[in-house]
Structure formats: C-alpha cells, structure tokens
C-alpha cells in the first residue's frame, strides 16, 4: 500500500526537532512550579522560614523565564501557559495554604476561606492578564502598568506578617492576619493601575556599570543575611508606592485625552466648511472700486 508523501511531509512537520533555547525558559518554569509545591510540603510540616523562602526562590525564577526567553528568543504559546499555571501554583495556592498552616488555621473555616479567598484571586488576576494582554484598544501608556498588584508581587506581600514575626516581633491576632490577606487579595483583582517598570530602559551607561555591580551584590549579599528584614522593608515600600503608581497613570491619562482633545478640536476647525457671509464680503473686497 503506497503511503502518501503529504502524510509523510506533515509527521515530520509535527514531530520536527524543538530547539534549545525554547527548552530553556520552561525549564526555568518547571523549576519555579518543584519550588513552589516544596514550599507547601514543608509548610504542613511546620518549617515556615524554609517554606517562604521556597516562594521567594520561586517568584525570583519567574522574574527570570521571561526574561531569558526574550534574550534568546525562546518565546512559545506552550511557554505562556506554563508560566500561568506556575504562578497560580506558586503566588496563589502556596501562599494561602502556608498562611493557614501557619495562623489562618486558627479561624477554622474562616482562616480557611481567607486564604481560599487570596488562592482564587490570584488565578482570577492572571486571567484577566491572559485576556487583555493583547487588547489592541489599550492606549500607549497603559503598557507601562499592571491591572491590579501582580501575582508574585502580591504572594510576596501577604505573607508578612510571617517575616515579621521571623523578626521577633509579637504575632498579630489571626483576625488581623485574614484581614490583610483578604486586603491583598483584593489589590491583586482590583483595577488599581500599578507600575511595572517594563518600558524602562534597561541599558546602563558606561561608567555606570561597577556601582551597578556592587549595588547587585550588596543587596543580594543583605537578602542572604537579613533575609526577613529586607523582605519586611521591601514590603512595606511597595506598598506604599502603590498610590504613586495611580497618580503616574492618571497623569499619563489626563495627557493623553487633553492631546486627542486638542487634535479633535483642530480637525474640526480644519474640516469646518468657509462661512457664505465671508466669502461673499471677500468677493467684494476684490472688485474695482468703482462697483462698490
């Protein structure tokens, strides 16, 4: 029986060889998922300072598939949806699954749907960024924020009362605790307009480059040795640049509308068709004078 060369041509189309590099970034993905279900794990098992360490090993995996994905091209649809699933797994269910070993668990069935809360607000937020990450009728600007505190900004966020208490600091009551991981939630679903820093330039001048070194190093070598402090401060300042970043969009945003108002206005006036009465006392003022 004679096979058909077009079935032929299209299994090796199917099945043809996946480059390296569009390897690379998933495995970065994958790693950050392990990551995050060991976080898990050892939060049922009591070890908290490992667990939350665990998520912000994750969250700075996810910092960086994207990026190595962009630097060699590795960019897929398959990639994309990889990268969905492990944050939801990674700054959704493990943060609130660890707040609830940790306190929530103390509330029964209310710490429980507080951290069910945060979980499925996570999922929700990274939806509603799969939906319009594409939305042609985004203006400009709008590409330099985020909709509502990103996934692994927020599972960074709400846990810390954690790092707070790793400070010493007395455990707050576990009401308090829900509250804020219902707050946090709320920032992540909500409309709030939040900087993302993604169209800032990301070449450094010259002579720029060894005090960028060593700020690197410094900051990484005080994240190892005052982990929870750092993570405390960090915390605390993003948040309270939050309302910075709304005042930077509507800024952007009244600019926006008072250049196509302007624009508008002077199509109009382009378009406006010559009055009769000029053009008739334009006609007269041409004629000799001894017609007038």
């Not at 279900?37 to 969250?59: P, W």
Request: positive net charge; contains cysteine.
């Amino acid at each position: 029986m004679a096979i058909d060369p077009k079935y032929l041509e299209l299994r090796r189309r199917r099945f043809r060889p996946i480059p390296v590099r569009m390897l690379v970034p998933n495995f970065i993905t994958l790693l950050a998922i392990c990551a995050g279900l060991t976080a898990i794990r050892l939060s049922t098992e009591a070890r908290m300072e490992l667990a939350v360490a665990a998520i912000v090993f994750a969250a700075v995996l996810d910092g960086i598939d994207g990026r190595v994905a962009r630097m060699i091209k590795g960019q897929s649809k398959f990639g994309a949806e990889l990268d969905s699933l492990a944050d939801f797994v990674n700054f959704g269910v493990a943060p609130g699954l660890i707040l609830y070993f940790w306190q929530l668990h103390q509330l029964k069935d209310g710490g429980w749907i507080a951290a069910m809360i945060f979980a499925i607000s996570g999922g929700l937020r990274l939806a509603r960024f799969n939906a319009t990450m594409d939305d042609p009728n985004k203006p400009a600007y709008a590409a330099n924020y985020f909709t509502g505190v990103p996934a692994p900004a927020g599972a960074i966020a709400v846990l810390l009362p954690i790092y707070l208490a790793f400070l010493g600091l007395p455990q707050p009551p576990a009401m308090l605790t829900a509250a804020y991981t219902l707050v946090i939630g709320f920032l992540m679903v909500s409309r709030l307009p939040v900087f993302s820093g993604k169209m800032v330039r990301m070449r450094v001048p010259p002579e720029m480059v060894l005090p960028v070194f060593v700020s690197v190093v410094l900051f990484i070598a005080l994240l190892i040795g005052y982990p929870w402090m750092i993570l405390s401060i960090g915390t605390v300042l993003y948040l309270l640049s939050l309302p910075w970043g709304w005042k930077s969009y509507h800024d952007h945003k009244r600019k926006a509308e008072a250049i196509a108002a302007t624009a508008t206005v002077a199509t109009g006036a382009a378009a406006e068709p010559p009055s009769p009465f000029l053009s008739a006392a334009a006609d007269d003022s041409d004629r000799p004078a001894r017609l007038n």
